[in-house]
């Protein structure tokens, strides 16, 4: 069999940072930029869901307090717009024995529902709100690796077993899973029937007008470049205006860091953003369905350092996400460049996995910035200053996770304290990364030890998946 062609085909060079879901969708008329002066009772930095939801909730909870939004590029420039689209419910580190450990099992099962409930936020809206964003309520499979005798996978299910989750879980033997997916590389699987796969900027801009017909004013290509607190209000400026509030939420994720003003109330070391990319094949012909034979149509996670996400798209593709090529960014740099690496493996490892796709080209590659805490746990609260509200540390599980904060923050910022304001979440005493002239170093010696196991996975499979450094 010919090797598939490694050199990547024009697309990649046209569209670089552009996600699948930018690319395929739909013209769009940015909101205007923020101009003049303008007073709310409470502005959201960050159109990201995290933002959008807090803007939403704002006004959904309390039609009297007036909202801006302010967005530095488009509604779903960041991670929002660029992710794999599925819904799955995920928290903390990869080791679930040491965070049982680090926890223990009543927080973690307040952890894990506060997930669930991000996606039964987004469910919930979808229907209230008749929002078309190709939602499929599959499930996912978490996939355990043949190579890494599934051990994983034993352990999440023991772990989950412990924290109320199994309910939600159904085991799927390796001959069960030989069936359904034609696959030389998996292994035992867990089907998981809670969330699915939608089309996340869909889901995003139509939020975005929801919120807007309740009232909030929503500016985008406002970058916030300066942020005073003063005893009255917060003054925030941008290019071309000024807005003053009384409180004030920052809903920038994996860009926190970087916000003007807030330095000295730690929100330079309470995340660190890490680049992930991705690549979106062209649609799959039917013939191709049916060799692999995919059931539900559903997302497949790895269970397993070797970090591999594969979600089908309603048109028809195969969404692939792969962790051995995150970048950590050095300094203040966030530029969307696609790993050549990645770009270059991707569509070779694909085929190891699925190898009757063979002959399906990459239609796109894109990266996007997720954001890591020191514990991997999410950050959700009120900084020292009381009156700014903050959510960042969302990785693969952003979607829910930014919904369900966007919930959490529009009740703290109400002061209606029960039930979020008491939750573990919430109260817990937040770990900071050291200083950020070490933060990069050691979150970057902490990738290449993982990409180093990756490495050696890869050696074990059957055939060997082959990893540059
Ligand atoms: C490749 C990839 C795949 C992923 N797959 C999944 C998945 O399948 N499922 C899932 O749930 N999650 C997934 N994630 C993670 C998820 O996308 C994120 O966790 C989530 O989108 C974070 O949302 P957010 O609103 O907090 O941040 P973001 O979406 O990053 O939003 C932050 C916003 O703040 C804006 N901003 C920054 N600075 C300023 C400023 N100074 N002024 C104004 N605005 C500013 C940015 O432009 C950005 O739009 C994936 C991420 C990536 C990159």
Redesign the pocket.
């Known amino acids: 069999m010919e090797p598939p062609n490694p050199t990547p085909p024009r697309t990649h060079l046209l569209h670089r940072s552009r996600s699948h879901w930018f690319h395929s969708a739909e013209p769009y008329a940015p909101s205007a930029p923020l101009e003049g002066v303008l007073e709310v009772d409470v502005c959201v930095?960050?159109?990201?869901?995290?933002?959008v939801s807090t803007a939403y909730h704002l006004k959904e909870m309390d039609p009297h307090v007036s909202v801006a939004l302010?967005?530095?590029?488009v509604v779903?420039?960041?991670?929002?717009g660029?992710?794999?689209?599925?819904?799955?419910v995920a928290f903390g580190e990869s080791d679930f024995k040491a965070q049982m450990r680090r926890h223990g099992a009543a927080k973690l099962r307040e952890a894990y529902t506060y997930i669930h409930e991000g996606i039964s936020t987004i469910e919930a809206l979808i229907d209230e709100h008749d929002i078309d964003c190709d939602y499929e309520q599959t499930g996912y499979f978490e996939m355990g690796l043949r190579a890494d005798d599934s051990t994983t996978l034993d352990e999440y299910l023991a772990f989950c077993r412990e924290i109320g989750q199994e309910s939600f879980l159904e085991q799927i033997s390796e001959a069960q899973v030989a069936r359904s997916f034609q696959s030389p590389h998996f292994g035992r699987a867990v089907f998981d029937r809670r969330g699915g796969q939608f089309n996340p900027l869909k889901y995003l801009r139509a939020l975005k007008l929801v919120a807007q017909r309740l009232g909030v004013q929503v500016h985008e290509n406002?970058?916030?470049?300066c942020i005073e607190r003063e005893p009255s209000c917060i003054r925030l400026q941008t290019g071309s205006g000024t807005l003053r509030c009384q409180k004030l939420v920052v809903?920038?994720?994996?860009?926190s860091h970087?916000?003007p003003g807030l330095e000295d109330l730690g929100m330079v070391r309470s995340q660190s953003p890490v680049f992930?990319?991705?690549n979106v094949t062209e649609p799959l012909s039917e013939p191709h369905w049916r060799a692999l034979n995919w059931p539900r149509r559903a997302g497949v996670n790895l269970m397993s350092k070797l970090f591999y996400?594969f979600?089908p798209t309603r048109d028809g593709r195969l969404l692939y996400?792969g962790g051995y090529y995150a970048r950590v960014p050095q300094g203040n740099d966030m530029s969307l460049d696609i790993s050549s690496n990645f770009l270059r493996e991707g569509p070779r490892h694909l085929t190891s996995f699925f190898p009757a796709l063979s002959d399906l080209r990459t239609a796109q590659s894109w990266?996007?910035?997720?954001s890591t805490t020191r514990d991997f746990v999410p950050h959700v609260g009120l900084l020292a200053d009381g009156r700014i509200g903050y959510?960042?540390g969302?990785?693969?599980?952003?979607?829910?996770?930014?919904t369900r904060n966007g919930r959490t923050l529009a009740r703290l910022m109400l002061d209606r304290q029960a039930p979020d304001a008491e939750s573990w979440l919430v109260t817990r005493n937040k770990i900071d990364w050291p200083s950020r002239m070490i933060v990069s170093p050691l979150v970057r010696s902490l990738s290449a030890a993982v990409r180093r196991d990756i490495r050696k996975i890869g050696r074990k499979m059957q055939p060997r998946l082959i990893f540059e450094k």
């Not at 660029?82 to 799955?88: E, S």
């Not at 969302?394 to 996770?401: I, S």
């Open positions: 930095v960050g159109g990201g869901v995290t933002g302010l967005e530095s590029e779903g420039f960041g991670a929002s660029r992710n794999a689209g599925q819904l799955i406002s970058p916030v470049v809903a920038t994720n994996a860009y970087l916000l992930v990319y991705a996400s979600a996400v990266g996007g910035p997720i959510a960042n969302c990785w693969g599980h952003g979607m829910p996770l930014g």
